[in-house]
């Protein structure tokens, strides 16, 4: 069966960084784009960043574009997202979801709490 697993996430500050990570398993993972979606409290989900299925192409959401960046290694079935100068409004849980044509018809994770104080 198909699992991602997410990991990094955590309590930072304001101007801190982390890397969120998605191990993916039960699939061929160079037939899929991968992308990062996340949901804060009250809000709907949205699209941060995607990159497609050999890393040819990248989108960023205009409210992390320069911030963030995306990025997967083939070889460990693993996508990346870096999130540097994190800001408060930042707070979210971050979901990676793996597809073929459209995010909503994907692979999910569980998701994974990003908190950023001050």
């Known amino acids: 069966q198909v699992q991602l697993v997410e990991s990094g996430g955590g309590l930072v500050q304001a101007g801190d960084s982390l890397r969120l990570s998605c191990a993916a398993s039960?699939?061929?993972?160079?037939?899929?784009?991968m992308g990062w979606f996340r949901q804060a409290p009250g809000k709907e989900r949205e699209l941060v960043a995607s990159?497609?299925?050999?890393?040819?192409?990248?989108y960023y959401a205009d409210s992390v574009k320069g911030r963030f960046t995306i990025s997967r290694d083939n070889g460990k079935n693993t996508v990346y997202l870096q999130m540097n100068s994190l800001k408060p409004e930042d707070t979210a849980v971050y979901f990676c979801?793996?597809?073929?044509?459209?995010?909503?018809?994907?692979?999910w994770g569980q998701g994974s709490q990003v908190t950023v104080s001050s």
């Open positions: 979801v793996a597809y073929v044509r459209d995010p909503r018809d994907g692979y």
């Open positions: 039960g699939l061929t993972f160079s037939g899929y784009h």
């Open positions: 990159i497609t299925n050999n890393g040819g192409n990248t």
